[in-house]
């Protein structure tokens, strides 16, 4: 049969308290036992002191029996020796009276042999009282008569004597054996309380334990074989009802898998159409660079010829721009052509003190068809590890970008510098700067703040993936002159770490 929760407590309850009414009842029973034995001590001491006096009334009779003889008409003598006898009555019913206001707690057989004695002595008393009166009525006998009343009182003593010591070894036994009690009754009672707590452990700790650690495994994706609790109590009913939830719980991840899968597989398709936008985009961005740089050359070099203003050296210059710009295209594609066969770009020791020269020439020209001017900084040169085309075009990202948020006649400033194993290289422009809210969003894909037809919002994006390809690191910031602040960080060649 089983048992709920509720009940295994409440007959462990009942077995508590009906252990305890149990240990009151034997306590109380020997505590009245005690007491009454107590109380036979006490009265078997009350009357071996009555009888202790009675001997000396007896031998006082006896002396004013001998006056009594030789002084019969002595009045004074029959007065004292009527109070001795009046005495020793007033003694023996006080001797069975028993204690005041209670019973006589005495054993019955110790109460039956002293009343057949006092009743003895009784007798004697008044016979010798009747013949006392009479001087002539006084003989022999009389001697006789106050020896046997002595001798029973010092019978009367023994008996209480031995009934006090009778009850004193009551008393002596009953406080061993309530000793005993107190001790067992500790025994039983923390046998008891070990059993309620084993009870409580395995019939609701052990099975809580049990579901708390099939709860945490299955927060960890552990759908394993329940704890197995079957009490058929409360903790019984919610393992089982545990276990039937893990369990849906369990179908409801394994179909959940299966959408997720599915649901993967669509948006990794989904995934490389968006990539081929994204490429092909970036394409057209990274290619209209250079093919601006050529238009922007051409034309001027259209211009000065038209206008005869072509100064001697200059139609080299912008010859070698258009080549090295249409170079830099095809390099373009090449760098394309190789992410599709996810090969690395070749990498080399980069001057970038070198590589500033030939974006100020490069970036020259477009900046000058805004009205802004590009100047450069390197007061040392600083050598690191990469691909030059890439970071040539990363940089003439950021000149160009530096370049639409200035105004006209504003200075784009490119400086380079170094700090503890890395080389810096910082863009300012004089524009408005980068609001708080969008620092975190520039280098994202397709996030731009020019107006509609003016960016990609690719630029950025790509510098960010180019620089940290080569181990680096590229933060926009506020410049001392109030506009934005691309800092490129680059670790150094042959710098530690």
Known sequence: MRFSLGRK????????????????????????????????????SRELALTNDLDAHFESIEVLLQMRRRHPDDQVVLGL???????????????????????????????????????????????????????????????????????????LSAEAAEEAEHAAGDLRGRARRAAQIQAWTVVVVAACLSGALLLALRAIVLPLKALQRHTEALGRGEFGPGPGIDSGDEIGALASAFETMASRVAATQVALERRVATRTRELARAARYADLGVLAAGVAHEINNPLASIASSAEGLQRRIERGTLAPGEQEDYLRTIASEAYRARDITQRLLALARSDPPPTADVDLRALLVELERVTRHPAEQRGVRVETSAPEALTVRG????????LVNL???????????????????????????????????????????VFEPFFTTKRHGEGTGLGLSLVAAVIES????????????????FRVRLPLEGAAG
């Open 399 to 441: 000149v160009l970008n530096a370049r639409d948020a200035s105004p006209r006649g504003g200075t784009v400033r490119v400086t380079l510098s170094r700090e503890e194993g890395v080389a810096v290289l910082d863009v300012d422009d004089e524009g408005p700067g980068v609001p708080p809210e969008l620092v975190e969003r």
């Open 9 to 44: 407590l409440g007959v462990l309850y009942l077995g508590v308290v009906l252990l305890l009414a149990a240990v009151c009842t034997v306590v109380v029973v020997h505590l009245l036992s005690i007491r009454t034995d107590a109380q036979r001590l006490l009265e078997e």
């Open 81 to 155: 020796l009527t109070t001795q006898l009046g005495d020793v009555l007033a003694l023996l019913s006080e001797m069975n009276a028993g204690p005041e206001g209670h019973a006589d707690p005495s054993r019955a057989e110790h109460q039956e042999e002293e009343l057949s004695m006092t009743r003895a002595v009784d007798e004697d008393l008044r016979r010798l009282g009747e013949r006392v009166r009479t001087p002539e009525g006084l003989d022999a006998d009389e001697h006789a008569m106050v020896e046997r009343m002595r001798k029973t009182g010092r019978q």
């Open 470 to 485: 080569h181990g680096g690191t590229v933060v926009v910031s506020r410049a001392p002159s109030g506009g934005a602040r």
């Open 387 to 394: 691909n030059t085309g890439e970071l040539l075009q990363a």
